[in-house]
């Protein structure tokens, strides 16, 4: 893992807004990474994520996508 005393000061910044975000974030949204494409997306009633009937994230449920490089890959 990175050092964040590595960072750049822009870096750092970016990182820094994204954790106060996330202190504010809606328990009712959430974030889908897929195909390279970031999107918010409402949570189910149930407060689940919404699943499709092919059993993969229902698109009914997104709300935008954000411009933000991204890769849902797993490690």
């Known amino acids: 893992m990175i050092d964040e005393d590595d960072l750049t000061p822009e870096e750092a910044k970016a990182i820094a807004a994204l954790r106060r975000l996330a202190k504010t974030w809606p328990d ?34 997104e709300v935008c996508d954000i411009d933000i490089d991204n890769d849902g890959g797993g490690w």
């Open 28 to 61: 009712t949204l959430w974030l889908f990474s897929g195909g390279g494409t970031l999107s918010v997306m409402r949570c189910a009633e149930d407060g689940s994520h919404a699943v499709g009937d092919d059993g993969g994230t229902d698109p009914d449920y």
